[in-house]
Antibody
Protein backbone atom coordinates (compact mmCIF):
# COMPACT_ATOMS: atom_id res chain seq x y z
CA UNK A 1 0.00 0.00 0.00
CA UNK A 2 1.12 3.55 -0.66
CA UNK A 3 2.73 5.24 2.33
CA UNK A 4 4.14 8.73 2.70
CA UNK A 5 6.01 9.23 5.97
CA UNK A 6 7.06 12.74 6.90
CA UNK A 7 9.74 14.00 9.22
CA UNK A 8 8.99 15.18 12.73
CA UNK A 9 7.88 18.49 14.17
CA UNK A 10 10.20 21.48 13.99
CA UNK A 11 10.51 24.70 15.96
CA UNK A 12 12.34 27.51 14.21
CA UNK A 13 13.11 31.15 14.86
CA UNK A 14 11.98 33.89 12.47
CA UNK A 15 14.39 34.23 9.57
CA UNK A 16 15.55 30.63 9.78
CA UNK A 17 14.94 27.85 7.26
CA UNK A 18 13.25 24.49 7.64
CA UNK A 19 13.40 21.33 5.56
CA UNK A 20 10.62 18.75 5.70
CA UNK A 21 11.03 15.29 4.22
CA UNK A 22 8.46 12.88 2.80
CA UNK A 23 9.57 9.26 2.30
CA UNK A 24 7.47 7.26 -0.14
CA UNK A 25 6.89 3.53 -0.28
CA UNK A 26 4.47 1.10 -1.87
CA UNK A 27 4.73 2.48 -5.39
CA UNK A 28 7.31 3.37 -8.03
CA UNK A 29 8.46 6.78 -6.82
CA UNK A 30 9.72 7.99 -10.20
CA UNK A 31 6.34 7.38 -11.87
CA UNK A 32 4.73 10.17 -9.88
CA UNK A 33 5.23 13.58 -8.37
CA UNK A 34 4.72 15.09 -4.94
CA UNK A 35 2.64 18.13 -4.05
CA UNK A 36 2.99 20.03 -0.80
CA UNK A 37 0.00 21.51 1.03
CA UNK A 38 -0.12 23.37 4.33
CA UNK A 39 -2.71 24.34 6.90
CA UNK A 40 -2.03 27.24 9.23
CA UNK A 41 -3.92 27.38 12.55
CA UNK A 42 -7.55 28.27 11.92
CA UNK A 43 -6.98 28.47 8.17
CA UNK A 44 -7.78 26.30 5.17
CA UNK A 45 -5.66 24.12 2.93
CA UNK A 46 -3.06 25.95 0.85
CA UNK A 47 -1.12 24.39 -2.01
CA UNK A 48 2.58 25.34 -2.06
CA UNK A 49 3.77 23.58 -5.16
CA UNK A 50 4.74 20.35 -6.89
CA UNK A 51 7.80 18.42 -7.93
CA UNK A 52 8.07 15.60 -10.43
CA UNK A 53 10.02 12.60 -9.17
CA UNK A 54 10.18 11.57 -12.83
CA UNK A 55 12.18 14.50 -14.20
CA UNK A 56 12.73 16.90 -11.28
CA UNK A 57 10.54 19.64 -12.76
CA UNK A 58 8.91 21.94 -10.25
CA UNK A 59 5.93 24.27 -10.16
CA UNK A 60 5.53 26.66 -7.25
CA UNK A 61 2.50 28.67 -6.26
CA UNK A 62 3.30 32.29 -7.00
CA UNK A 63 3.09 33.25 -3.33
CA UNK A 64 5.97 30.91 -2.48
CA UNK A 65 8.26 31.40 -5.46
CA UNK A 66 11.73 32.32 -4.28
CA UNK A 67 11.15 31.12 -0.73
CA UNK A 68 10.28 27.45 -1.22
CA UNK A 69 12.48 24.83 -2.85
CA UNK A 70 11.34 21.30 -3.56
CA UNK A 71 13.73 18.46 -4.34
CA UNK A 72 13.72 14.70 -4.56
CA UNK A 73 16.21 11.93 -3.89
CA UNK A 74 15.20 9.06 -6.12
CA UNK A 75 17.74 6.73 -4.50
CA UNK A 76 15.77 6.86 -1.26
CA UNK A 77 12.31 7.70 -2.68
CA UNK A 78 12.22 10.84 -0.60
CA UNK A 79 10.90 14.30 -1.40
CA UNK A 80 12.03 17.41 0.41
CA UNK A 81 10.60 20.87 0.84
CA UNK A 82 12.66 23.74 2.19
CA UNK A 83 11.15 27.04 3.28
CA UNK A 84 13.53 29.93 3.90
CA UNK A 85 13.17 33.28 5.66
CA UNK A 86 10.52 31.90 7.97
CA UNK A 87 7.95 34.22 9.52
CA UNK A 88 5.29 33.53 12.13
CA UNK A 89 2.67 33.15 9.39
CA UNK A 90 4.55 30.06 8.20
CA UNK A 91 3.50 28.26 11.37
CA UNK A 92 1.44 25.41 9.96
CA UNK A 93 1.07 21.70 9.44
CA UNK A 94 2.76 20.80 6.17
CA UNK A 95 1.57 17.79 4.19
CA UNK A 96 2.97 15.96 1.20
CA UNK A 97 0.61 14.23 -1.22
CA UNK A 98 1.23 11.94 -4.18
CA UNK A 99 0.61 13.73 -7.46
CA UNK A 100 1.10 13.13 -11.15
CA UNK A 101 4.53 13.04 -12.75
CA UNK A 102 3.95 15.73 -15.35
CA UNK A 103 3.12 19.41 -15.01
CA UNK A 104 -0.18 20.56 -16.44
CA UNK A 105 -1.94 17.28 -15.82
CA UNK A 106 -5.66 17.49 -15.25
CA UNK A 107 -7.64 15.19 -13.04
CA UNK A 108 -5.02 13.77 -10.68
CA UNK A 109 -6.38 13.94 -7.16
CA UNK A 110 -4.67 13.56 -3.78
CA UNK A 111 -5.61 10.10 -2.63
CA UNK A 112 -2.42 9.54 -0.64
CA UNK A 113 -1.09 11.95 1.98
CA UNK A 114 1.67 12.06 4.52
CA UNK A 115 0.76 12.35 8.18
CA UNK A 116 1.71 16.03 8.35
CA UNK A 117 4.62 17.90 9.93
CA UNK A 118 4.03 20.75 12.35
CA UNK A 119 6.40 23.65 11.80
CA UNK A 120 6.29 26.30 14.49
CA UNK A 121 7.97 29.64 13.92
CA UNK A 122 8.51 31.50 17.16
CA UNK A 123 11.12 33.72 18.71
CA UNK B 1 -5.55 31.32 -10.94
CA UNK B 2 -8.95 29.70 -10.49
CA UNK B 3 -10.64 30.84 -7.30
CA UNK B 4 -13.02 28.54 -5.46
CA UNK B 5 -15.66 29.77 -3.05
CA UNK B 6 -17.61 27.54 -0.69
CA UNK B 7 -20.91 28.04 1.05
CA UNK B 8 -21.95 28.08 3.73
CA UNK B 9 -18.83 28.72 5.79
CA UNK B 10 -20.39 26.80 8.66
CA UNK B 11 -23.25 24.33 8.62
CA UNK B 12 -24.84 23.20 11.88
CA UNK B 13 -26.85 20.00 11.61
CA UNK B 14 -27.81 16.97 13.67
CA UNK B 15 -26.90 13.32 13.05
CA UNK B 16 -29.32 11.78 10.60
CA UNK B 17 -29.94 15.04 8.75
CA UNK B 18 -28.97 15.74 5.14
CA UNK B 19 -26.06 18.08 4.41
CA UNK B 20 -25.67 20.05 1.20
CA UNK B 21 -22.37 21.87 0.63
CA UNK B 22 -21.64 24.11 -2.36
CA UNK B 23 -18.50 25.04 -4.25
CA UNK B 24 -18.31 27.63 -7.02
CA UNK B 25 -15.37 28.22 -9.36
CA UNK B 26 -14.37 31.59 -10.82
CA UNK B 27 -14.21 29.97 -14.27
CA UNK B 28 -15.09 26.60 -15.67
CA UNK B 29 -13.25 23.59 -14.29
CA UNK B 30 -15.32 21.16 -16.35
CA UNK B 31 -15.65 18.19 -13.95
CA UNK B 32 -12.08 18.37 -12.62
CA UNK B 33 -13.20 18.95 -9.07
CA UNK B 34 -12.66 16.98 -5.89
CA UNK B 35 -13.99 17.07 -2.35
CA UNK B 36 -11.89 16.32 0.73
CA UNK B 37 -12.84 15.74 4.34
CA UNK B 38 -10.45 17.06 6.97
CA UNK B 39 -10.68 16.06 10.59
CA UNK B 40 -8.47 17.62 13.30
CA UNK B 41 -5.15 15.86 13.66
CA UNK B 42 -5.58 13.82 10.50
CA UNK B 43 -4.52 14.19 6.90
CA UNK B 44 -7.22 15.27 4.45
CA UNK B 45 -9.19 12.41 2.93
CA UNK B 46 -10.33 12.27 -0.68
CA UNK B 47 -14.10 11.74 -0.83
CA UNK B 48 -15.17 12.59 -4.36
CA UNK B 49 -13.12 13.03 -7.53
CA UNK B 50 -14.04 14.25 -10.99
CA UNK B 51 -17.09 15.92 -9.47
CA UNK B 52 -19.19 12.82 -8.92
CA UNK B 53 -17.04 9.71 -8.37
CA UNK B 54 -16.64 8.30 -4.88
CA UNK B 55 -13.08 7.48 -3.91
CA UNK B 56 -12.19 4.01 -2.74
CA UNK B 57 -13.83 3.08 0.53
CA UNK B 58 -16.07 6.14 0.75
CA UNK B 59 -19.59 5.34 1.97
CA UNK B 60 -22.52 5.70 -0.39
CA UNK B 61 -24.06 8.47 1.75
CA UNK B 62 -21.51 10.82 0.15
CA UNK B 63 -22.34 12.03 -3.35
CA UNK B 64 -21.12 14.79 -5.61
CA UNK B 65 -22.66 16.59 -8.56
CA UNK B 66 -22.09 19.52 -10.85
CA UNK B 67 -19.98 20.66 -13.76
CA UNK B 68 -18.58 23.89 -15.13
CA UNK B 69 -18.57 26.31 -12.21
CA UNK B 70 -21.13 24.97 -9.71
CA UNK B 71 -20.72 21.86 -7.60
CA UNK B 72 -22.45 20.20 -4.69
CA UNK B 73 -21.42 17.67 -2.08
CA UNK B 74 -24.33 15.91 -0.42
CA UNK B 75 -24.22 13.74 2.68
CA UNK B 76 -27.54 11.96 2.75
CA UNK B 77 -27.74 11.10 6.44
CA UNK B 78 -25.07 12.45 8.76
CA UNK B 79 -23.10 10.09 10.95
CA UNK B 80 -21.20 11.36 14.03
CA UNK B 81 -17.86 10.91 12.24
CA UNK B 82 -18.95 13.19 9.38
CA UNK B 83 -18.61 16.36 11.43
CA UNK B 84 -15.43 17.87 10.00
CA UNK B 85 -14.26 20.50 7.51
CA UNK B 86 -14.87 19.90 3.80
CA UNK B 87 -12.80 21.40 1.02
CA UNK B 88 -13.26 21.46 -2.71
CA UNK B 89 -10.21 21.42 -5.00
CA UNK B 90 -9.88 21.99 -8.73
CA UNK B 91 -7.49 20.07 -10.98
CA UNK B 92 -8.48 21.71 -14.26
CA UNK B 93 -5.67 24.21 -14.34
CA UNK B 94 -2.44 24.98 -12.54
CA UNK B 95 -1.88 26.16 -9.88
CA UNK B 96 -3.93 23.72 -7.85
CA UNK B 97 -6.42 25.60 -5.71
CA UNK B 98 -8.63 24.73 -2.77
CA UNK B 99 -11.79 26.39 -1.57
CA UNK B 100 -11.80 28.01 1.89
CA UNK B 101 -13.74 25.12 3.39
CA UNK B 102 -17.12 24.45 4.99
CA UNK B 103 -17.14 23.47 8.65
CA UNK B 104 -19.85 20.96 9.39
CA UNK B 105 -20.59 20.95 13.08
CA UNK B 106 -23.05 19.29 15.38
CA UNK B 107 -26.19 21.25 16.17
Amino acid sequence: QVQLVQSGAEVKKPGASVRVSCKASGYTFTNYGISWVRQAPGQGLEWLGWISAYNGHTYYAQKFQGRVTMTTDTSTSTAYMEVTSLISDDTAVYYCARDDALVGTRGFYFDDWGQGTLVTVSS
Amino acid sequence: EILLTQSPATLSLSPGERATLSCRASQTVSTYLAWYQHRPGQAPRLLIYSASNRATGIPARFSGSGSGTDFTLTISSLEPEDFAVYYCQQRFDWPVTFGPGTKLDIK
